[in-house]
């Protein structure tokens, strides 16, 4: 398959009062068109800073230090303002984490839709174009009472309901792909399953490509095709999504597979001891170091992700002996 | 307008609004009523004069009322001033009623003025300094606000007066009309009205001229101090998440400012602008003196340095109503701009 | 030798967060320079009868023989009409500013608190109405006109007009402290030690209140120069202290009738005004910085 989407070696980081965050460390990783990727990790490690910069959303506190960012061989961190504008509008769209904070409280959904519709790839040629455009759209994210709706403002809606307004600002832009960070992690239990089922099914209909960034594991393992583990901004494990369920190799993977609950059995979750290292300074080596339970002396120099077969690579000195 | 569509919760928020002013006012004529009568002074002396004996004082005391007990005195009063009755001045010989409608609306053109010069103005530089963050413009608008809210509106009114009436004497040192013009009819008291109303253009441009350094003098504070909370609001929105959505979106940069970023970050700045007429309100009392402005503010410290008490009162209660309107007017402002008032029954 | 070690720890932890205060301050020059320009102002007033070159200048002095001297070497900001030292009179001036600072402060803080807690900590009961409600009526004027009012009330002095600021401003701490206890006491942690039968008196004052204290201290820092602006502003127009006080009010007042030949008896003082204001209100902004909570 064709490549859409591929980051090269990006390292971001922040400013801060104590010095810089060196959050995203060497990250690689890609994404072919009509390939549906997962992104897992926990809260913190470095995930929607990954999603931001695709786009060049990152505040103004950050700074991409390294790095190259490939959209259908569009160079977004060169790319001027004309090309990114293009992308955002035409090409990539985003879902973000909270739907409550997400919309605008002071304009109605009507408004937000509309401005984002007039600023698209979409050719509206009149009013009532909009409106149908609207009306379709809004049944499209499952949305019926549409005129009730078009004419609420964000707070006057369920946590669902804004959720689903959201995909349909994604839809607006996204003719390839879809970045979907933690869209169901502020709704209710019940809610989640639907959200993700409309999401697949979208993305299917659509054709499109997806990141998506989830603490569920066990959503994603039923939606993506492949997945990335990341720890502390470094990918540390990437394979199809059956390998990492079945066999997963990075310790951190282990650990964090095994940290989910699970309903039967008498198994008990193990749970990760510590917490992310220091991003001003950290470890120089592998990050995940500190808290491995196998770690040895290697671990004090940075593993590289290597390549163990066509699906499944891994960073970690476990593996793969004198190769790198 | 079409956003005024009255709902419930815009009638709920109204009440409350319009009944807390009330509560206040009556508080306020209770706390001046207050400290007219039982702080040291003797308003029964003061009325007769300080060398008056003893038994004409008595007697002003019982022509005043002030052998009664305090809440009767209170009640009439209060009585007194819902008739319009704001008592007599001592040191104008007059009603006070007739001191307020006379003086008043010289006041409220100057205000008003000033507070075209601050709102616009605080509101232009606010976004050209909250658009752009620890740019050019925001680090001279930054600059500039911190000198111009530090110096009292008394010492701006002196400096520009020095600059530029007296050494380049592009505008007029005092007064509100030239001694060549006469005055229009008076009608409702405001020159620039009443001009207008007779048609008379040459008073109108004189009065404006004359109104431009005091104007600048009590807005150059506020003006700056409406900037900086215009700014505040304009970062503090730029960081959230919808905003962010908005990048996301690739809408144009100034769709994004001046729609999605301005109307959240002008609900800070629209409550400070209702401060800043306070502010405006107040430092009246000091411009005006040094203008010679034939206003209210100016009627008050004269009142204030002659310890003309009915005339003080009168004069506290008045600025507490205008400021009030003022408020409210504020309110309504946000109400039509903020739908979370509006539309959500827990009122914020 | 253990408590020696437990003091070295608190020294350090202590230390530490100096450390951390201050890189947050020093962050923007801006506060730096208010530091610098409101210590070194502190400093002049409370040195003023050592450094100043005239003190007998200060009050009743007449040389008329000297009246009204351009800014020179021997009298640096020049004289006023009766040949006094203006540069001796503005330090002065400084410390009678600063005294009513003080005075004021120490009354209407500790009363605004305590009000403000008990008021934020008994929500919705008639003691909250009832203060809450008094705070609106002194508030429903603009402070300066409040102000005004009171000292007219009273006789023209640097007392009354300490009592007339000290009237006026109380309830800007009280609501200050209104608002934060009333939104901290439905927090956990206060909800669990009122649980656990720790008494009121303590839950507000020991366990609320402190968590209270950086915006009570920004708004104590910005307020020294807007309390100076009052009382200038007072005794400009008469109300205040009263010649042959130095206040700087005063002395723009008298000077300004002056102008625009001899400026240098008012301008000065003017901008000795604008000049300690603005060093607060620096001090000030730089103090809410660093009580800001970070946003990245």
Redesign the interface.
Known sequence: MESLLRVEDLNVRYKSYRGELKVLDDVSFEVKVREKVGLIGESGCGKTTLLKSILRILPPNSIIYKGKIFFKNIEIIKANKNEIFKIRRENIGMIFQDPMSALNPFFKVKDQLYDALRYSVHNIKSQQDLQQMIIKLLKEVALSDSERILESYPFELSGGMRQRVCIALALTRSNDLLLADEPTTNLDVTIQEQILNLLRELVNKRGLSIVLVSHALGMVKEFVDKIYVMYAGQIVETASTDKIFSEPLHPYTKLLLSAVPRLTGRWKAEGLIGRLPDYVNPPPGCRFYMRCQQSNSNCKIKPKLLKLNKDHSVACWLYGDEEH | MKSLIISNETIKFLLKRGG?II???I??S???FI??RI???DPARMAAGWTAPDWVIEEMRRKLGLDQPLHIQYIRWLSDVLKGDLGFSIYTKRSVTVDVLQYLPKTLELIFVAELFSITGGILLGILAGAF?YRLPDNVV?VMS??A????A??WA??L??MFA??IPLFPAGGQLSSHIVPPPRITGSIFIDSIISGRFDALIDCLWHTILPALSLSFGSMMQNARILRMGMTDIK????M?????????LR?KIY??QF??ASIPAITAMGMSI??D???A??VE??YNWPGFSRY??T???N?D?NA?VA??LV??IV??IANFIVDLIILS????IR??SRSV | MNELVITGRRFRLLSDRFKKFWFKFSRSSLSIIGLIISTTCVILAVLAPYIVPYPEHIEWYIDYDNALRPPNLEHILGTDQYGRDVFSRIIFGMRYSFTLVVVVLSIVIPTGIVLGVLAGYFKDTWFDYLIMRISDTFVAVPPLVMALAIAAVLKPSMINSMIAVSLTWWPWYARLTYSAVSSLKNEYYIIYSEVIGVSKLRVMFVEILPNCIGPILTKATLDVGWVILVGAALSFVGLGAQPPIPDLGTMVAEGAHLLPTTWWVSIFPALTITIIILGFNLLGDGLKDVFTEEKY
């Not at chain 2, 809210?149 to 009292?152: A, E, F, G, K, R």
């Not at chain 2, 962010?244 to 144009?252: I, N, Q, R, T, W």
């Not at chain 2, 701009?337 to 979370?340: A, E, I, Q």
């Open positions: 807390s509560f206040t006012l508080g306020l209770i706390l001046i400290l007219a702080l040291p002074g963050p930054r911190y000198i809210i530090s110096m009292p008394f010492v002196i400096i007066q020095l007296r050494i960081g959230k998440d919808y962010v959505l908005s990048d996301a979106l690739g809408l144009p769709l729609k999605y109307r959240p306070g502010a309100l107040g430092n009392f000091l003196n040094v008050g410290v009142a204030m340095l310890k008490l003080i004069v506290v600025v507490g400021y009030a701009l903020d739908p979370r539309r959500m």
